[in-house]
Antibody, heavy 119, light 108 residues
Framework: EVHLVESGGVVEQPGGSLRLSCVASGFSFDDYGMHWVRQAPGKSLEWVSFISWDGSRLRYADSVRGRFTISRDNSKNSLYLEMNSLRAEDTAFYYC????????????WGQGSLVTVSS | SYVLTQPPSVSEAPGKTARITCGGNKIGSKSVHWYQQKPGQAPLLVIYNDDDRPSGIPERLSGSNSGNTATLTISRVEAGDEADYYCQVWDTTSDHVVFGGGTKLTVL
């Protein structure tokens, strides 16, 4: 059974930094691309970033490009999101999700980690 | 960038058929995927590649896609279907995932 467990969500001040982690199990992690998707409280889903199975292909939403960095460690079955220059509008639940085939749909999702940016 | 448009809300009585649309420019040429999200839960994939269902998703849920509109159809609506539904495509031009704004299905 596929499991994705996010961690690292905290309350951070504007301009601050933090790193989210997602540990995967139940599938061959190094065979699949992974995504981060966020959802502000009461709002719609917003795709944030994608990383291919080997880390060679990285994609970012315009709203986070230059501030967020996605990475992975296949030896640890782990996905990361480094978040810098945080803004109030980055406040959201952040979900990691497994990609089915490198540019298709997100077939499994974690339960999310809440990031709050506030002074 | 590619835009997907969904109605904010759809209401239907139990036992009836609910249809949730997702509009986009020539969306019929893309593969559309649908997610269900209940309050306090993560999204759940319910339809992929226009009209395929993951295992465990009831046959009452189906999808179609043509022209400028994709549709999620929920037959014999049940109280348990009440949720937010999101459509999604992969925009090959920008190489980004795109979500629709979501539709709240209310079961009357």
């Amino acid at each position: 059974e596929v499991h994705l467990v996010e961690s690292g969500g905290v309350v951070e001040q504007p301009g601050g930094s933090l790193r989210l982690s997602c540990v995967a199990s139940g599938f061959s992690f190094d065979d699949y691309g992974m995504h981060w998707v966020r959802q502000a409280p009461g709002k719609s889903l917003e795709w944030v970033s994608f990383i291919s199975w080997d880390g060679s292909r990285l994609r970012y939403a315009d709203s986070v490009r230059g501030r967020f960095t996605i990475s992975r460690d296949n030896s640890k079955n782990s996905l990361y999101l480094e978040m810098n220059s945080l803004r109030a509008e980055d406040t959201a639940f952040y979900y990691c999700a497994k990609d089915r085939s490198g540019g298709s749909y997100l077939d499994y999702w974690g339960q999310g980690s809440l990031v709050t940016v506030s002074s | 960038s590619y835009v997907l448009t969904q109605p904010p809300s759809v209401s239907e009585a139990p036992g009836k058929t609910a249809r949730i649309t997702c509009g986009g420019n020539k969306i019929g040429s893309k593969s559309v995927h649908w997610y269900q999200q209940k309050p306090g839960q993560a999204p759940l994939l319910v339809i992929y590649n226009d009209d395929d269902r993951p295992s465990g998703i009831p046959e009452r849920l189906s999808g179609s896609n043509s022209g400028n509109t994709a549709t999620l159809t929920i037959s014999r609506v049940e109280a348990g279907d009440e949720a937010d539904y999101y459509c999604q495509v992969w925009d090959t031009t920008s190489d980004h995932v795109v979500f629709g704004g979501g539709t709240k299905l209310t079961v009357l």
